[in-house]
């Protein structure tokens, strides 16, 4: 099977202006650039980052059997291609500096890399809290206008799979930031190369190979899990047969679609018509993703409408339309007037209804929903869905819609593909094995925190995947290169009782087992999470954290890096004193009542209430009238432990433990 690569973003995006996206097949040949006589392989293009103070390797394709020189900066060096056209020679360290041209000549052909400089090159990898662009996030606007350095790069490496190791990218080139660029880049990433410009004044340069939604099992090459390469593509077979039943059952229950949208014609919404008839019209429930209810697969767009009455006094007065948010791209009207429209799944819609719209009597509204990828459709709660009137009356609007696709665009389900073991890790991480990096950089987990099971073995997984990397990779200016973290920060619905389990907070131990290991570290982020976004939006500070950790671990700076975290916990009477490292200039309790919280204490028979709390020096005490003979303490320990404010004055938070841990 050949290499696949794709733009998920860029196809929904064509989702969301309602051009159509074709059915790509798991056997669809990879989307390479045309062969050259003569090539660089694609991390050696122009304006490339190449690693200071390591040996450089530099490769490619050429004639068969044709003599190959390469230069760079003053220094040369020569080799014969394979019979296949392979090459490959070592360039002596530099320090950093440029920018250099490369140079490639074989036998009267020649290749050139412009502008290459040297500095420090850093994998940032992941799922899509790791891939979310710039322009995406808090503060975008200004980050974005300001992103004007030459010397700050990023290698975006397509999403891609295959069965078998790759030997090249299938994409990708390297751009610099500017504004024009930078808001494509990894809002994380780009936050910290650009304090890491800042401290170290050297290039730095981001290789991002991140995919949403991607399992850490297809970051994993497939020995590592013991698995062959028919076992790979066996998995990938099912996919392909899953696919092609996926489609089949989507045609036979929606009939022909055509390649437009019949509903939207030359800009005119022809089904958000008051008058339509659209008594033919399937029924389905809102809210409610539509996957749920028979049209499992489905990508394309569709259409929603439902009915509401106004008496000719609500109507005079406006009102103002909520339906929580909806997956992916919605554009929506009432009696053919248009009153809102929003891209991305995570927004809750709320558009202000003129009174021009509304009418006395019957009123239609229409919901136009482009989705390329994973659910499609309306997902909020029920009481999230309402027309409110100007007296602040709310009109539920929940319950039985009519339905009726316009476009269909079934594929790849993308958020099953990227669970695959190792496809991921042939495509767009064993190309890259050899470029020498200055360390790694992972925000990944929400895919594998879905259950308690699955969050316990992903210790085992991240260990595996930290060594297996570094065993991997071609040698860097360290012996063991620097592998460096987000934990997951807070999500999902506070618990009113301390929670007995926690997925989320089971997979933040699973990855803290890790800094066992050599030059490895962490950003705490629990307190910047978004209860209802998967993908919260302040990248700013998740960067600059995870940025001081870069400073400690890989540059060996002297700067505050954590929190506090736990040293050891005794027990005294009817209270647990917490001893913390890490607490810098002191400890706090951040927000305005000054009051600890977070913390959750059991006796022996193992139930866990909330707990009272309080600093003495570098100390906490915790207590509850509750438990009279304490034995275990918790803290932070949930999804989302939307009260835990410990601090050091260095601004940053205590890292979540447990001292039950089993």
């Not at 080799?79 to 036998?107: K, Y």
């Not at 009279?628 to 260095?650: E, K």
Request: net charge neutral.
């Amino acid at each position: 099977m050949s290499t696949v690569v794709a733009d998920v973003a860029t196809g929904m995006r064509r989702c969301g202006s309602g051009v159509l996206l074709l059915l790509l097949p798991l056997h669809a040949g990879s989307a390479q650039r045309p062969e050259a006589a003569l090539r660089l392989a694609r991390p050696l293009g122009d304006g490339a980052v190449l690693q200071r103070e390591a040996p450089i390797p530099v490769w490619g394709r050429a004639r068969p059997r044709r003599a190959v020189e390469v230069s760079l900066g003053g220094a040369t060096a020569r080799t014969t291609a394979d019979d296949e056209g392979r090459w490959s020679v070592q360039l002596p360290a530099r320090a950093a500096g440029g920018p250099f041209t490369l140079l490639v000549v074989a036998h009267g052909d020649t290749a050139r890399a412009r502008d290459v400089v040297v500095g420090d090159v850093w994998v940032a990898a992941g799922q899509s809290n790791m891939e979310w662009p710039l322009a995406r996030t808090t503060g975008a606007a200004a980050d974005v206008a300001a992103a004007n350095d030459a010397q700050l790069r990023e290698l975006k490496i397509p999403i891609a799979w295959a069965e078998q190791p790759q030997e090249e990218l299938g994409g990708g080139t390297w751009e610099r930031a500017t504004p024009q660029t930078a808001g494509a880049m990894s809002g994380v990433a780009y936050h910290v190369a650009r304090e890491l410009r800042a401290t170290q004044r050297v290039p730095i340069g981001i290789i991002n190979a991140s995919w949403g939604g991607s399992a850490i099992e297809t970051w994993l090459a497939a020995g590592t899990q013991g698995l062959t390469q028919q076992g790979v593509a066996a998995r990938m077979a099912g996919e392909q047969r899953a696919l092609d039943s996926t489609v089949a059952a989507l045609r036979a229950r929606i009939g022909t679609v055509g390649e437009r949208d019949p509903g939207l014609v030359d800009g005119r919404a022809r089904w958000a018509d008051p008058a339509l008839d659209d008594a033919g019209w399937a029924t389905i429930e809102v809210p409610a993703l539509w996957e749920s209810q028979g049209y499992a697969g489905m990508d394309g767009v569709a259409w929603y409408r439902t009915t509401f009455t106004l008496t000719a006094d609500e109507a005079a007065r406006g009102a103002t339309l909520s339906l929580g948010p909806i997956d992916d791209d919605d554009v929506t009207w009432i009696n053919a007037v248009e009153v809102g429209r929003t891209t991305g799944y995570a927004a809750p819609r709320r558009y202000v209804v003129p009174a021009t719209a509304l009418r006395a009597g019957r009123n239609v509204l229409a919901i136009r929903v482009a989705d390329g990828a994973g659910g499609g459709g309306p997902y909020a709660a029920p009481d999230s869905m309402y027309l409110e009137l100007a007296g602040g009356a709310r009109r539920a609007l929940a319950g039985d819609w009519k339905f009726r696709v316009g476009q269909l665009a079934a594929r790849v389900d993308w958020q099953r593909l990227n669970k695959i073991p190792a496809i991921t890790y042939n495509a767009m991480i064993h190309p890259i094995v050899r470029v020498p990096v200055r360390g790694f950089l992972w925000y990944q987990g929400e895919s594998n925190a879905n259950d308690d099971a699955q969050a316990r073995a992903y210790r085992a997984q991240f260990a595996s995947l930290i060594e297996r990397w570094r065993g991997a990779w071609a040698p860097g200016p360290s012996h063991v290169l620097p592998f460096l973290w987000v934990q997951l920060p807070g999500f999902g619905r506070a618990d009113s009782t301390p929670p007995a389990s926690s997925a989320w907070a089971l997979q933040r131990e699973a990855m803290e087992g890790a800094l066992s290991l050599p030059a490895t570290g962490r950003a705490v982020t629990i307190d910047l999470g978004d209860p209802d976004d998967i993908h919260p939006r302040n990248k700013r500070d998740v960067g600059h954290r995870l940025a001081l950790v870069a400073r400690q671990v890989a540059y060996g700076e002297r700067v505050p890096a954590s929190g506090p975290t736990l040293r050891r916990h005794v027990v005294e009477g009817a209270r647990i004193v917490l001893e913390l490292d890490h607490v810098g200039a002191g400890l706090e309790a951040r927000g305005a009542s000054g009051r600890l919280g977070g913390f959750a204490i059991a006796g022996a028979d193992g139930r866990f209430v909330w707990a009272d709390a309080r600093i003495e020096g570098d100390r906490v005490l915790v207590w509850s009238d509750r438990v009279a003979q304490p034995v275990a303490v918790r803290y932070a320990w949930a999804n989302n432990p939307a009260t835990a404010n410990l601090f050091n004055r260095d601004g940053l938070p205590a890292a979540p433990f447990r001292t039950d841990a089993r």
